[in-house]
């Protein structure tokens, strides 16, 4: 009882601390990462072996979300509820689906926005986060570098490089920097992950990045970059038997029935202004709302969950390894 009500008020102080951004409120600061995970994060700067935040025999919990970073009051709320949530289920680690900081990223690892949009609102939970790079994240192009700096200076953030993989318990994660793959410039990032996922022994992979492969949402539509995502990604995906691709990008929530046994899930409601549904196929459940994914996987069951901004569950899926749903039907 005690924990949580520390954690209800170090949400609440890291909020007020919104109005002095260049300093981190004491409440907020002591909610930071624990155990290893910045060992870990220190490990995939300059991987010698496959980092691992978890033992490969426990069962894993990770929070996902992407498109959240201008501090508005939405993003704050919602934060909150992954706040309240993580009370009775805490996370062994968080991952963001990009779009982390708007209009643009933060080329500087020490502006004092970090504070104000990623320290006060996510410290609180108490753990450490993997990120990816969203388009916004890209606009100018040192942004990125700022981000990824950002590791040396933060113990709830990592972004060791734009992209690299890790294992939690039965899980490999293959985090990706899909903006230069939408541009057919990713020749590099797309072979090591082929040989990565070649290499992989885990029971369960999970590649996530910020543009989606499917999507129900505004971008459900485009004729242009996201099809040319898919055509370099997808096969890749389905050759290694991947279970999961999790992205953000469209402004909602939304899980996509699979293609070649990948399952695809959107988690784009951080926080930015939610965007209309425009499409509906291989749709298993969507909604344009703010809130929050979560993964849990032991060696036998994965669940996907999506949480709304006021702590409520919104859909759940769960199936066993080798029990994927039916491959849907697209375009037909």
């Known amino acids: 009882m005690r924990k949580g009500f520390l954690l209800v008020l170090a949400f609440t102080a890291a909020c007020a601390a ?18 290893s995970a910045k060992d870990v994060c220190e490990a995939l700067q300059a991987p010698r072996a496959l980092p691992s935040i978890t033992p490969a025999d426990q069962a894993v919990r990770v929070i ?31 991952i963001t689906l990009g779009d982390n900081f708007y209009p643009i990223g933060l080329s500087n690892p020490t502006s004092a926005r970090w504070d104000r949009d990623w320290e006060a609102p996510y410290n609180p939970l108490g753990v450490r986060f993997y ?21 040396e200076h933060s113990r709830s953030w990592c972004m060791p490089r734009r992209f690299y993989t890790y294992t939690a318990g039965p899980v490999q994660f293959f985090a990706l920097d899909t903006q230069p793959v939408q541009w057919f410039r990713g020749r590099t990032q797309l072979k090591w992950l082929r ?23 505004e971008h459900g539509r485009d004729l242009g970059y996201l099809p040319r995502l898919r055509t370099k990604l997808l ?9 999961v691709y999790l992205a953000g ?49 032991d060696s036998e069951e994965m669940t996907v969950r999506f949480l709304g901004s006021e702590g409520q569950e919104l859909y759940r899926t769960t199936w066993k390894k080798g029990e994927a749903p039916e491959d849907c039907r697209r375009g037909s």
């Not at 109005?19 to 002591?30: F, G, I």
């Not at 990816?132 to 192009?141: A, K, M, S, V």
């Not at 096969?235 to 279970?243: E, G, H, S, T």
């Open 195 to 217: 040989e990565a996922l070649r290499a992989s022994q885990a029971p369960w992979k999970v590649v996530y990045g910020h543009h989606p492969v499917y999507t129900n949402g």
């Open 131 to 151: 990120a990816t790079l969203g388009n916004h994240d890209h606009y100018i192009p040192w942004n990125p570098g700022g981000e990824i700096r950002r590791s």
């Open 235 to 243: 096969p890749i995906l389905r050759d290694a038997k991947v279970d």
């Open 249 to 297: 990008h469209d402004h909602d929530l939304e899980a996509l029935k699979p293609e070649g046994g990948v399952l695809f899930f959107v988690s784009g409601g951080g926080g930015k202004e939610k965007r209309p549904l425009r499409t509906s196929e291989c749709r298993a459940w969507a909604e344009s709302t703010y809130g929050f994914t979560v993964l849990e996987a």
């Open 64 to 94: 996902a979300f992407g498109d959240f970073g201008d501090g508005v009051p939405q993003q704050m709320k919602t934060a909150g509820a992954m706040v309240q949530y993580s009370q009775d289920h805490p996370f062994d680690f968080g």
């Open 18 to 35: 919104r109005q002095n951004p260049t300093v981190l409120s004491p409440e907020a600061a002591k909610f930071v990462a624990r155990g």
